[in-house]
Nanobody, 126 residues
Framework: QVQLVESGGGLVQAGESRRLSCVASGRAIKDYAMGWFRQATGKEREFVATIHWSDASTVYAESVKGRFTISRDNAKNTVHLDMDSLKPEDTAAYYC???????????????????WGLGTQVTVSS
């Protein structure tokens, strides 16, 4: 089992930056793809970004590409999501997720991730 705890959410102004962090426990994350997903009120949970377990390659949703950066620190069992140029439409609960040894084609797919945190709310005001 992998336990995930997100932090870093809060209220920010449009155009500002924010860093989200996800600390894992229970297992070393070096063999897990780590992802961020988000869910706005009344909407389905959607893919944001994933970083692969083997080579740290990354994939992003089109809506955040060029603004968000996912990174991992296996030594600290931590994953970060750096969010720049935030927009009101980025407002959502952000969830960290882990998937063991998935292939590159599975990286954007919510169903591939077995372990989830409880989320951290990010609210972007205009």
């Amino acid at each position: 089992q992998v336990q995930l705890v997100e932090s870093g959410g809060g209220l920010v102004q449009a155009g500002e930056s924010r860093r989200l962090s996800c600390v894992a426990s229970g297992r070393a994350i070096k063999d897990y793809a780590m992802g961020w997903f988000r869910q706005a009120t009344g909407k389905e949970r959607e893919f944001v970004a994933t970083i692969h377990w083997s080579d740290a390659s990354t994939v992003y949703a089109e809506s955040v590409k060029g603004r968000f950066t996912i990174s991992r620190d296996n030594a600290k069992n931590t994953v970060h999501l750096d969010m720049d140029s935030l927009k009101p439409e980025d407002t959502a609960a952000y969830y960290c997720a882990a998937a063991y040894h998935i292939g590159y084609d599975q990286m954007p797919h919510r169903g591939a991730f077995a372990f989830w945190g409880l989320g951290t709310q990010v609210t972007v005001s205009s």
